[in-house]
């Protein structure tokens, strides 16, 4: 039982498959005879206070705001193992997939604003395109079979940390609220002292966990995005302990499981129960959800296409080792699965989750249907070498 549950945890496309039931099974329960209970759920209010320090929010904002904070934090790991040890310590290979992202933003996000340009409001959702969830096209890409060769594959998972570094600095920049001082000094305080540990050397978790629960709270309450606190734990975590064992690494892999089989997929369920009984054709085909829809079905595949093309015929970057550019393009199909990555900005953008009687919602989940959909038919029957 323990070795095939080992394997389910190593196997890249469960992930996404799990992704898949729990997205399927929200929205069966919220348009179903449960639909209160589901939505009850979600709002449970759960917190605690110390003295005066009150932390109240309801569950899915601990879902939102804490759980996902651990998700970033794996991929700030994940970062920083590549950056010293990894692909990107080489510039050779970070080159395609850099320039591939920035495509896959910027062009997403232009689009997005063109059809939206009009309405204030609107236009804060103009990052909400601009994401990848990396569990459900990794998920898809593996599925195509094996005439997709692996190099594609380090691609993808290259461009998606790009992505994601470019949505971290999104939320920072752009869905930032009002500062707490006091709340940003104290913050300082626990990256200082996690600073100290990595420079004498003192690997251990327990401390990291300490600086880092307080390093979450202060940001939480600071007015920055909670997530901020994951990345930057990340980067201060030492690969090594004094005696050269993998630090870093055991600690990502401790992660793993909880990623894959109650992070991610929580995550999934909280978020994806779209109410489709709400939903008007008029709301369907509104800015907000055109700009959606064709931001990531068509924005993503474009952006990321040309920008990599521009980058390999100008001689920037090389073509994925035994790939061809229709397979190329088949990946950059599969980019356009937003999915959790652009419901999480869209919760940041507009607070109020039903402000669009959730049509902003739908239209996320149905480019990620068909960007996946058409980037699998397209790789799997038509991109062959």
Not at 43 to 58: E, R, T, Y
Not at 80 to 85: G, R, V
């Amino acid at each position: 039982m323990l070795l095939k549950l080992k394997n389910l945890l190593h196997n890249e496309a469960f992930g996404g498959i799990l992704l898949i039931v729990c997205t399927a099974l929200a929205l069966l329960i919220q348009n179903g005879p449960y639909s209160s209970h589901y939505r009850a759920f979600l709002n449970l209010d759960v917190g605690f206070n110390i003295g005066n320090f009150v932390l109240n929010k309801p569950f899915l904002l601990w879902v939102n705001d804490g759980l996902i904070s651990i998700f970033f934090f794996a991929i700030g790991l994940e970062l920083k193992k590549e950056f010293t040890q990894g692909d990107f310590k080489n510039p050779k290979n970070i080159t395609l997939p850099f320039i591939a992202a920035l495509g896959g933003i910027i062009v997403p996000a232009l689009i997005f604003a063109f059809i939206n340009f009009n309405d204030s409001y609107v236009l804060k959702g103009w990052a909400i395109p601009t994401a990848t969830d990396t569990a459900f096209a990794l998920a898809i890409l593996i599925m195509c079979g094996k005439h997709i060769p692996s190099s594609l594959k380090v691609f993808l998972l290259s461009l998606a940390i790009f992505d994601d570094v470019g949505a971290i600095l999104i939320i920072a920049l752009f869905y930032t609220t009002k500062l707490s001082l006091a709340a940003l000094i104290v913050a300082s305080i626990a990256i200082l002292l996690m600073l100290l540990l990595n420079i004498f050397g003192i690997a251990k978790k327990s401390f990291y966990f300490i600086c880092s629960v307080i390093l979450w709270v202060s940001v939480l309450k600071s007015g920055v995005h909670a997530t901020l606190a994951g990345i930057i734990t990340a980067f201060l975590i030492p690969m090594n302990t004094k005696e050269g064992n993998p630090f870093l690494e055991e600690i990502h892999e401790s992660l793993r499981f909880w990623i894959t089989f109650v992070i991610l997929p929580l995550f999934a369920f909280a978020n994806a129960g779209v109410n489709l009984s709400r939903i008007t054709p008029e709301m369907l085909f509104s800015g907000v959800s055109i700009g959606i829809f064709l931001g990531l079905f068509i924005g993503k595949q474009i952006g990321v296409f040309s920008f990599a093309y521009l980058a390999i015929k100008l001689k920037l970057a090389k073509l994925p080792q035994k790939a061809n550019f229709k397979q190329l393009y088949g990946v950059c199909i599969l980019t356009g699965i937003g999915f959790t990555m652009s419901l999480f900005i869209d919760g940041l953008a507009y607070e109020v989750s039903d402000i669009f009687d959730y049509a902003d919602n739908l239209s996320i989940l149905l480019a990620s249907f068909c960007s996946g959909i058409c980037g699998f038919i397209f790789l799997r029957f038509f991109a062959k070498s």
